[in-house]
């Protein structure tokens, strides 16, 4: 009996043993698994990539995404395709970005001036009431400003007479909904 008790404990250590050594190794994967109340498994990730791989398309990361809120590697993308030179402060792209999944592929953002990276894109050929307003204080202007007519809009507008009005298309959304020329895929690399 004794040599059963023996035998069973050293196999439940080395069973045990090996389970250890197979998560570790799916540790280096930036995927883990958490149990959820309900018992069942929810994956969460550390890796921007293989999150939005997985996922497909998310306005912002959820709760399956647990890495660093601007990943690094998102913040150098941004530099790349700001063309900004290589000793730029990185923490310029880290400030006011904006990340998200679209197609299974990461996209950014980085707040500018003017750059409405956390609204979708305003389709609308409705005036609004900030231009209206515009155009009543300035009948005939060329443009409406960003601040009367909404960063979102996909539209110049301007006045004709005291009545806002569309001059052109200037953007279009994306398939996520958001202003397509603000927004960058980033690559691993």
Same mark, same amino acid.
Not at 129 to 135: F, K, L, N
Not at 148 to 165: D, I, L, M, Q
Not at 178 to 184: A, E, L, R, T
């Given at each position: 009996?004794? +040599? =059963?008790?023996?035998? =069973?404990?050293?196999?439940?250590?080395?069973?045990?043993?090996?389970?250890?050594?197979?998560?570790?190794?799916?540790?280096?994967? +930036?995927?883990?698994?958490?149990?959820?109340?309900?018992s069942e498994t929810e994956q969460?990730?550390?890796?921007? =990539?293989?999150?939005?791989? *997985?996922?497909?398309?998310?306005?912002?990361?959820?709760?399956?995404?647990?890495?660093?809120?601007?990943?690094?590697?998102? *913040?150098?993308?941004?530099?790349?395709?700001?063309?900004?030179? *290589?000793?730029?402060?990185?923490?310029?792209?880290?400030?006011?970005?904006? !990340?998200?999944?679209?197609?299974?592929?990461?996209?950014?953002? +980085?707040?500018?001036?003017?750059?409405?990276?956390?609204?979708?894109?305003?389709?609308?050929?409705?005036? +609004?009431?900030?231009?209206?307003?515009?155009?009543?204080?300035?009948?005939?202007?060329?443009?409406?400003?960003?601040?009367?007519?909404?960063?979102a809009t996909v539209y110049e !507008?301007?006045?004709?007479?005291?009545?806002?009005?569309?001059?052109?298309?200037?953007?279009?959304?994306?398939?996520?909904g958001y202003i397509s020329n603000? !927004?960058?895929?980033?690559?691993?690399?």
């Amino acid at each position: 009996m004794r +040599n =059963f008790r023996v035998c =069973f404990i050293t196999t439940i250590i080395l069973l045990f043993s090996i389970v250890l050594i197979s998560c570790k190794d799916k540790s280096d994967q +930036n995927v883990t698994v958490s149990m959820k109340k309900d018992s069942e498994t929810e994956q969460t990730y550390t890796d921007p =990539f293989v999150y939005c791989e *997985a996922v497909g398309n998310v306005d912002s990361p959820d709760s399956r995404y647990v890495g660093r809120q601007v990943p690094e590697v998102i *913040a150098r993308g941004l530099q790349k395709a700001f063309e900004a030179p *290589a000793d730029a402060p990185l923490e310029t792209f880290i400030r006011g970005t904006y !990340w998200r999944c679209m197609d299974g592929k990461v996209y950014a953002c +980085n707040v500018g001036a003017n750059l409405p990276c956390d609204q979708k894109a305003d389709t609308s050929r409705e005036p +609004n009431q900030g231009m209206t307003d515009y155009c009543e204080s300035n009948p005939d202007s060329e443009f409406i400003p960003a601040y009367a007519s909404g960063r979102a809009t996909v539209y110049e !507008w301007r006045c004709k007479g005291k009545e806002p009005e569309i001059v052109k298309e200037i953007s279009k959304p994306d398939a996520g909904g958001y202003i397509s020329n603000i !927004w960058y895929e980033i690559t691993p690399n």
